[in-house]
């Protein structure tokens, strides 16, 4: 089974996979917004992943 996690360490997200990097995002915060200036993947990204993501877990 997929296990999807998003680990946070300084300015940026790194997500990773069944304990395997999948891809990251760097952000930076500006006032009240936080901006997000990098996003990376590694491999195709299971479409499972991302709707894991944009629900918000």
Do not use: C, K, S
């Amino acid at each position: 089974m997929t296990h999807p996690t998003v680990e946070r360490a300084d300015n940026r997200y790194q997500i990773r996979v069944d304990g395997e990097p999948a891809g990251l995002t760097e952000f930076r915060d500006r006032d009240a917004q936080r901006v997000f200036i990098h996003t990376e993947t590694t491999n195709p990204v299971n479409r499972d992943i991302l709707t894991w993501l944009d629900a918000g877990q």
